[in-house]
């Protein structure tokens, strides 16, 4: 198997929205024991994930992803978003770039490259649900069984307009609070008679939104604040609620983690709201892959194929590198994610084959 795009298409007319796999997984297990992987199957929970491996020699270079995808939603769709159909050479379908095309386009680059090299893919199916049962787990399975790679690839779709033009090398952090303020519920023509959450909680969020985190730093843009609710459940004008709630999300860069945004959320609220209670929870705290070789051989490969050089970016969301860079350095590199999430999902097939000829690129590059 050289082409990517057979199973490409294979992989897309499996509905495996998360968390049904829907057969994806052996299927794509099928293709590596074909090209002489060894394929541990790994469930957790009701998820499917599997690690795959092959060859002794060299540095062991891992390959993660995941073949779950999003719902197609409720836009209307030109192309089934389970056909895996070709029309005017792109190929359409749910999870195309983010990430089933991906993950072919490495198998194919895997299938040209010299099986004795160590090679390794980590596949889940719980990307794009809570991450709980995917990727974490099958970490703790590999170290538990020396496996654990020395550089990962993840294949996430990193690309903004040209295949290539960004390889991200680390993510900003993102945390989670909730604040609930209680009071005493009144009329509010008699406001000594109650006690207003509100009018503790506003000031709280404008001293939190009005604070200048930092300036950012050379790999990271400044770390970001945002209230995404505040409700107090009230349909009356004239009653002064007995609780009040937010809801805010950090994305935080390398100068923060949870435990010191946690304290400083906490001693803003003590000055406004001091008996409020908070609640914090953090997806994932922010990384940085410093360049290197490693760095360096993918960011070759790249040019090699496709004439560009990429800008080394750390933003947007989160993925499961935040996972995989606590075992080994890792860095991300994919396909043009504009359509992702979208109605009519797609990739261009001459894209997709171009991502192989980068990953073989890679792979040898990780050899010499």
Not at 13 to 40: E, H, I, M, N
Not at 330 to 354: I, Y
Request: proline letters at 5%; charged letters at 20%.
């Amino acid at each position: 198997m050289i082409d990517p795009l057979p199973l490409a298409q294979a992989l897309l007319r499996c509905p495996s929205v998360t968390p049904l796999d829907a057969g994806a997984q052996d299927l794509l297990a099928a293709a590596l024991t074909a090209l002489g992987f060894s394929v541990t199957r790994l469930k957790f929970g009701e998820i499917e994930n599997l690690f795959a491996e092959r060859g002794t020699k060299g540095r062991h270079l891992c390959f993660a992803g995941h073949t779950d995808v999003v719902p197609p939603g409720s836009a209307a769709w030109r192309h089934k978003p389970f056909g895996g159909d070709v029309d005017g050479g792109v190929l359409y379908g749910r999870g195309a770039c983010d990430m089933k095309g991906a993950i072919t386009a490495f198998v194919a680059a895997a299938a040209q490259t010299d099986a004795s090299q160590k090679l390794s893919l980590l596949i889940t199916g719980d990307e794009e649900g809570e991450a709980l049962d995917g990727t974490v787990k099958v970490l703790d399975w590999m170290k538990s069984h020396g496996k654990i790679p020395d550089f990962c690839i993840v294949g996430e779709p990193t690309s903004k307009v040209k295949l290539g033009d960004v390889v991200k090398i680390g993510r900003r952090g993102s945390l989670n609070a909730v604040i609930t303020v209680n009071g005493r519920q009144g009329h509010a023509a008699y406001p000594h008679l109650a006690d207003n959450p509100v009018h503790k909680l506003v000031p709280a969020l404008a001293a939190m939104a009005a604070h200048k985190l930092d300036a950012g730093t050379k790999w990271f843009e400044p770390s970001c604040l945002q209230i995404t609710s505040v409700d107090v459940g009230n349909q009356a004008h004239n009653v002064i609620p007995a609780q009040a709630t937010a809801k805010l999300n950090i994305r935080f860069n390398d100068l923060h983690n949870e435990a010191s945004l946690s304290d400083w959320l906490t001693e803003t609220l003590a000055m406004f709201a001091p008996a409020a209670d908070l609640k914090i929870h953090c997806s994932g705290e922010a990384f940085l892959t410093a360049p290197g070789p490693d760095v360096d051989n993918l960011c070759a490969a790249i040019l090699a194929v496709t004439g560009v050089t990429p800008k080394l970016d750390t933003g947007g969301g989160t993925s499961d590198a935040r996972f995989i860079t606590r075992v080994c350095p890792v860095a991300e590199f994919g396909l043009v994610g504009a359509s992702m999430h979208q109605a009519d999902e797609c990739v261009p097939v001459a894209q997709l084959r171009q991502l192989t000829q980068i990953y073989r690129g890679i792979i040898a590059g990780f050899a010499a």
